[in-house]
């Protein structure tokens, strides 16, 4: 038997990785809401700005704050570049080329950073207080990560709802020729999208990289998680993919404290499936 | 017609006669190469004849795995041939496309989620293969438990014109079996389906039992693929044989080719490989990554700019009557 307290240990480690889970599946269901189109490699844009903050914080030793800052412009700049270039071409093609041009992205971004930085596994070294409760330690950086996610994910909430550029973000996502044929620019749109959908990606990766070392198959490792919240969630629903990061990382986490890491990951699927029996829609979808 | 029907003769003809052509040196090279030619070819077919109807797999590394660690598994620990191996992993292979393909179907999981979620079972499969490693070698992979010299029963001959031979007829089967489905009810069935679910049904198509058979049909052939590439490579990894590399791999050389040809998947894989051969020779071990770079980077250009792939391009071309294309197929933007 489990002493409990490794449970409840995992539990709240679950808990915690589900904050930034959470950040990754809504950047990716922004983007598939609004574009119509999932990014494969989109958790590989997340370990390029990894390797950037590596490399500002640890290596030429700035402060971690200039590093994420940095991540957060160089992931905007990543989410522009990724929509000019490989999306916007192929915006009416056939779903499968849609999915394989990202994918190719993918296999382009893996081997690039193997080619640059070797596949080492790198990490940034904060100087922390330990933390404990009730005799449980608790990662400090792992407490700040959440935090810092669930601001994002209130702020991304307020950018859609409260602003006008966000206002138009969520029409798009609704009803794209309704859009269109009220005189808004749906490419302009498309650009914002990509730009906050980088963006979140490169806040993901300042908070990944100090609970996680990275590595050229980094993306590997998170993406399918990532694709699984979506679906469970309900592509799209920023609220389902909301509940589901944190149903996921639950299952992973202790599941992962019980057996090992990756039988989690496999737990974690058949969960996956059995909840797509009960819940096709999504979580949170309302039976018809 | 005729034409046609003596072009392929003449192909199969010098294909047989291939191994004993002079080549000189590189003739064991060639014969490599074109033995991986035959198998992943005979696996992209596996794969178009689901992917052409809109069922996007990006998963199909899940059932090349099986099928591939089923076999070897039984005959390391506990000396059952890979013929009947082969049965049991397809047998274990149709089933686990079931568990997969039933809910998928019945609850109408389409388009990018369809991908997305067996893209997630090509990567659980891989990683229950690295967490089972007690048995199957976790990340270094397992190599087939050689026999005592050439043996029929094992799968295992030392001359590689045997398995030329065999991956041949393998390819052939596959054509076969791909050209019968492209013939069949289940065709036409399944591109209405393709169109329009709903309608499909109304008329009374039986949707889920298609779309599940078809599945089953293409999990089954890939897996029987990944028998055959185990055996001939006698060594399996959970990175070559399941997973999201190889899952995308198969998926590109098929929508290289083109899908909706019956030579699509063989022009799409003869190419890559051809690629992938050139480029590792060209970089050898200097330049780790750099082979993979450029693959995906002319992945990317071949895509945006050849979206109905190469042979279904210059079919197009030759082709009186408009080639069956997809319904949203490109639209200048």
């Known amino acids: ?288 | 017609m005729t034409l046609g029907r003596a072009a392929a003769v003449l192909v199969v003809a010098v294909l047989l006669a291939a191994p004993f052509l002079p080549l000189g040196v590189t003739r064991e090279y060639t014969i490599h190469v074109l033995v991986q030619i035959f198998i992943w070819s005979f696996i992209g077919g596996a794969w178009s004849i689901m992917g052409r109807f809109g069922l996007t797999s990006l998963g199909h590394g899940a059932f090349l795995g099986i099928g591939a660690y089923t076999t070897t598994l039984l005959w390391n620990f506990f000396g059952l041939t890979p013929w009947l191996g082969a049965l049991v992993a397809v047998t274990l292979t149709a089933l686990f496309a079931v568990v997969v393909a039933y809910p998928c179907s019945r609850f109408q999981v389409v388009g990018h989620y369809f991908g997305l979620v067996t893209l997630a079972v090509g990567e659980v499969i891989r990683l229950l293969i690295v967490a089972e490693r007690d048995w199957t070698g976790g990340s270094l992979g397992l190599t087939v438990k050689p026999a005592a010299g050439d043996s029929i029963l094992a799968i295992q001959f030392a001359d590689k014109r045997v398995f030329y031979y065999g991956a041949l007829v393998l390819w052939l089967a596959g054509l076969y079996i791909w050209w019968r489905v492209d013939r069949s009810m289940a065709r036409a069935a399944m591109e209405a389906i393709g169109e329009d679910e709903t309608a499909a049904a109304s008329v009374g198509i039986h949707v889920s039992r298609f779309k599940i058979g078809i599945t089953v049909l293409s999990a089954v052939l890939t897996a029987i693929g990944g028998v055959a590439y185990a055996q001939y490579i006698s060594y399996v990894n959970p990175d070559t044989l399941a997973g999201i590399g190889v899952s995308l791999r198969i998926v590109f050389a098929v929508v290289l080719g083109g899908m909706y040809s019956l030579l699509g998947p063989t022009v799409g894989t003869a190419l890559t490989i051809a690629l992938a051969e050139y480029l590792r020779i060209l970089f050898g071990l200097k330049f780790i990554g750099m082979a993979e770079t450029i693959y995906g980077f002319l992945l990317i250009v071949f895509i945006i700019f050849l979206p109905a792939g190469i042979y279904g391009s210059v079919s197009q071309l030759f082709r009186r009557r408009p080639a069956p294309m997809p319904t949203h197929a490109r639209t200048p933007a």
């Open chain 1, 1 to 288: 038997m489990i002493d409990p307290l490794f449970l409840a240990e995992a539990a709240i480690n679950g808990l915690l990785l589900g904050g930034v889970l959470a950040l990754l599946a809504l950047g990716l269901n922004l983007i598939f809401g609004v574009i119509d189109i999932v990014w494969i490699a989109y958790v590989d844009l997340v370990m390029i700005c990894m390797y950037a903050v590596y490399f500002i914080v640890q290596v030429y030793g700035y402060p971690i704050w200039l590093g994420g800052l940095a991540s957060v412009a160089l992931g905007a700049l990543l989410g522009i570049g990724v929509h000019l270039l490989i999306i916007s071409p192929i915006l009416t093609s056939a779903p499968v080329n849609q999915l394989l041009a990202t994918g190719g992205l993918l296999f382009f971004l893996q081997s690039f950073a193997t080619f640059l930085w070797t596949t080492d596994h790198r990490s940034v070294r904060l100087d922390l207080p330990r933390l404990e409760i009730l005799d449980m330690p608790i990662s400090v950086a792992r407490l700040i990560a959440f935090v810092l996610a669930v601001l994002v994910m209130l702020g991304l909430y307020l950018f859609l709802t409260r602003t006008y550029i966000g206002t138009a973000i969520r029409a798009v996502s609704q009803d794209r020729e309704a859009m269109s044929l009220m005189g808004a620019n749906p490419q302009r749109v498309y650009l914002v999208t990509s730009a906050v959908g980088g963006a979140m990606a490169g806040i993901a990766a300042a908070l990944l990289i100090i609970q996680y070392a990275v590595h050229p198959f980094f993306g590997a490792a998170f993406g399918p998680i990532t694709f699984m919240i979506c679906v469970l969630g309900g592509l799209g629903n920023m609220v389902g993919a909301f509940v589901a990061s944190f149903v996921m990382s639950e299952v992973i986490a202790i599941s992962g404290v019980i057996w090992s890491t990756e039988m989690g990951y496999v737990i974690a699927f058949v969960v996956f499936i059995v909840m797509i029996f009960a819940r096709p829609g999504g979580l949170l979808a309302r039976r018809s």
